[in-house]
């Protein structure tokens, strides 16, 4: 009984600095919860975008299907769909043959300065402006690198690949 009345004069004494004490226990506890909560949230509409994304692509594989014309007539094979790169960000290929790194981004002169690295291999610094497509040869192909627009971190980059084989052929 005697180790009860130690601990409720304790109690007493120090009772702002428990209740503090409880006070932060107890906005712990609901930041906790509520970050739960809202993770819940989040995780639900990325499911939601993702099966959205999946089958927008899904469409658009389907309307690019190859054609019943020639060879060098069917349209290159997209390797990199449009997709919006930031500064200092990168992107592979489907084929995983090309992999771009963008440098800097330059909306003044609508271009950007992208590292393009083949098979591998270190590659070179392009400054690749919109509407002018920049293209490079690798093992798989020639890669047509397409920059669609930037903004003042990001640019809208598509690649697609003309088989070497289609064009020895033609």
């Given at each position: 009984m005697k180790d009860w009345i130690g601990f409720a004069r304790?109690?007493?004494d120090?009772?702002?600095?428990?209740?503090?004490?409880?006070?932060v226990v107890v906005l712990l506890a609901?930041?906790?919860?509520?970050?739960?909560w809202r993770r819940t949230a989040n995780q639900t509409e990325t499911h939601r975008l993702r099966r959205?994304?999946?089958r927008l692509e899904a469409a658009r594989a389907y309307s690019y299907r190859a054609s019943p014309t020639a060879p060098q007539d069917a349209p290159?094979?997209?390797v990199l769909s449009r997709r919006w790169i930031g500064r200092g960000a990168a992107?592979?290929?489907?084929?995983?043959g090309c992999l771009l790194i963008v440098d800097a981004v330059?909306?003044?002169?609508?271009?950007a300065s992208i590292n393009v690295r083949l098979d591998g291999w270190p590659g070179a610094r392009h400054d690749v402006k919109v509407g002018h497509p920049l293209e490079v040869t690798g093992n798989l192909g020639t890669y047509t690198l397409d920059v669609e627009?930037?903004?003042?971190?990001?640019?809208l980059v598509s690649v697609t690949l003309k088989n070497r084989h289609s064009v020895e052929g033609a």
């Open positions: 304790a109690a007493r120090y009772f702002p600095f428990v209740l503090f004490g409880m006070v609901a930041w906790l919860l509520f970050e739960a959205k994304g999946d290159h094979e997209t992107a592979t290929t489907s084929d995983g330059i909306p003044g002169r609508r271009s627009g930037v903004t003042t971190t990001d640019a």
